[in-house]
């Protein structure tokens, strides 16, 4: 079975300081691993993938995630915090090969950007 | 751009009551999902498609059914409301197997409550 764990349920840092949003999974097989960012009353939109290559991701709007399987981590960072990444986040696990049409979503980090 | 469209933002209604909400995409995409998101708890699988006519239970089927006469159109049907499905309901669609691509297209949701 897989599972996700999100371990801060809100962050919150000052504009221009770096973001770190904290995800670690438990998966029987080899995992694929998400994050995805929901703004304020609108629907989910993938931010970048892990797929078993590079274990260093980036995505979209500056962001990266770091794969590490010793750890069983896949944290979330940003150099430098914009206001308009206030959102909710939320780390993604899919098993390769088992249940592939779902995905395990965590409980969600709300990051929020002080001026 | 996919486009996801739930045609209900906002619903209000009572208990007992038959409810029907209805997600259309517009990319000709094999797979739609339902999902339940509630504060603290993430999203919760209800059920998806892998194709018309065809149905699978996610995690919380209970009190909830599908339709999918249509590739494009995938509805959500509540037989009899209850109180405890107030909540947030996100209808998502993919072109391939999750596993490989993770990539989710959401709508933006509709937010039902039930008095």
């Known amino acids: 079975a897989q599972s996700v764990t999100q371990l801060d349920s809100h962050v919150s840092v000052s504009e221009g300081t770096p973001v770190l949003l904290r995800c670690n999974y438990s998966?029987?097989?080899?995992?694929?691993l998400f994050w995805y960012v929901q703004h304020p009353n609108k629907g989910l939109q993938l931010l970048l993938k892990?797929?078993?290559?590079?274990?260093l991701v980036k995505g979209i709007n500056g962001f990266e995630a770091e794969f590490k399987k010793s750890e069983t981590s896949f944290h979330l960072t940003k150099p430098s915090a914009h206001m308009s990444d206030a959102a909710e986040y939320f780390c993604?696990?899919?098993?390769?090969?088992?249940?592939?049409?779902?995905?395990?979503f965590g409980k969600g980090t709300k990051l929020s950007v002080i001026p | 751009d996919v486009k996801v469209t739930q045609s209900s933002r906002y619903l209000v209604k009572r208990t007992g009551e038959k409810v029907f909400l209805e997600c259309v995409q517009d990319?000709?995409?094999?797979?739609m999902f339902w999902y339940r998101q509630d504060p603290g708890l993430g999203l919760r699988l209800i059920y998806f498609?892998?194709?018309?006519?065809?149905?699978e239970k996610g995690d919380i089927p209970e009190g909830y059914s599908v339709s999918r006469e249509k590739k494009e159109r995938f509805s959500l049907i509540l037989e009899s409301a209850s109180t405890n499905q107030t909540s947030m309901y996100l209808c998502?669609?993919?072109?391939?197997?999750?596993?490989?691509?993770?990539?989710?297209?959401f709508g933006e949701g509709s937010r039902l409550t039930v008095l």
């Open positions: 998966s029987s097989y080899s995992p694929s």
């Open positions: 993604v696990v899919s098993e390769s090969g088992a249940g592939s049409y779902q995905l395990t």
């Open positions: 990319m000709d995409h094999e797979n």
């Open positions: 892990y797929t078993s290559a590079a274990t």
């Open positions: 998502a669609s993919s072109l391939f197997r999750l596993a490989n691509t993770g990539e989710l297209f």
């Open positions: 498609s892998y194709d018309v006519k065809m149905k």
